[in-house]
């Protein structure tokens, strides 16, 4: 699949994948409060897991739904479903307000990115 | 905060923009910089960061806080252009690849030039309103 159904396919993946961030970001927002940033540390710790188990389900087994259509999963929804711009926002508002909690979400982010990625290999190697 | 439909209309439509921009540069990246080092995913995470810095700086945080616009141009257009997920898989490629300094200079020149271009991008947003 190449050239422009590559690119509508991305597009409304992306689209998914950043409604599902938005709905998370609504919830976490009205249930923890905007203090810290609970919502994003979510989806991406989240999203890495999920293409950690995509990515190692298509090499595993390279006729399944997920690899005919990995344009709309991982390319689309996953990255749709994370967000380093508001990461990197973030974290800089955390900084010129309060170094711990911005030293907090970093190190926690990049554990939780890390961990989740390796989760979800592992997950789809064990099935 | 409240905009009904609206509001989910715009992340996706900006969204779909941004994802379709997103494998643009990273394929214009695969092409000219080679795939040995996912550049691609770089550069698109590194000026998103920048873009979103300079609109904060220049709109201001109460112009993009669950606004219309804000939900367009951050939730939308901007969080689906960069990607966490993809800078997860690449770095654990690489490192299981036993290239362990790419792996390590992936994820922390990703969120070492994402902040500082941030911070620039939203002086420089802020300097020119």
């Known amino acids: 699949m190449t050239g422009i159904r590559t690119y509508l396919a991305v597009g409304a ?12 970001s609504v919830g976490v927002l009205a249930t923890a409060g905007g203090a810290f940033p609970w919502a994003t540390l979510l989806v991406n710790a989240f999203g890495s897991g999920l293409i950690g188990w995509l990515a190692t389900r298509a090499t595993r087994d390279p006729q399944s739904h997920w690899v005919r259509h990995q344009s709309f999963w991982v390319t689309g929804f996953c990255a749709g479903f994370t967000t380093f711009s508001l990461f990197s926002l973030e974290t800089l508002h955390l900084m010129e307000r309060h170094t711990v909690m911005a030293a907090a979400y970093i190190v926690a982010s990049l554990v939780l990115w890390l961990l989740g990625v390796r989760l979800g290999q592992g997950l789809a190697r064990s099935r | 905060m409240d905009h009904g439909l609206i509001g989910p209309a715009l992340v996706a439509l900006g969204a779909a923009v941004g994802g379709m921009a997103r494998l643009g540069v990273t394929r214009l990246a695969a092409r000219y910089a ?21 609109a904060l700086g220049h709109l201001g ?19 689906g252009y960069t990607t966490v997920s ?14 362990r300094l790419a792996a390590f200079s992936n994820l922390m020149g990703t969120l070492t030039l994402g902040a500082l271009l941030a911070g620039l991008g939203g002086y420089l947003g802020a300097s020119t309103t």
Do not use: E, I, K
């Not at chain 2, 080679?34 to 300079?54: D, E, I, K, M």
């Not at chain 2, 993809?86 to 290239?99: D, E, G, I, N, Y």
């Open chain 2, 86 to 99: 993809s800078l997860s898989l690449q770095t654990l490629t690489l490192w299981q690849a036993q290239h």
């Open chain 2, 61 to 79: 945080r109460d112009a993009l806080s669950y606004s219309p616009l804000g939900l367009l141009l951050l939730g939308g257009v901007l969080g």
């Open chain 2, 34 to 54: 080679g795939q040995r080092f996912p550049w691609g995913t770089l550069a698109v995470n590194t000026s998103g960061a920048f873009a979103a810095g300079f």
């Open chain 1, 13 to 24: 993946g992306t689209a998914l994948g950043s409604l599902c961030r938005y709905a998370v």
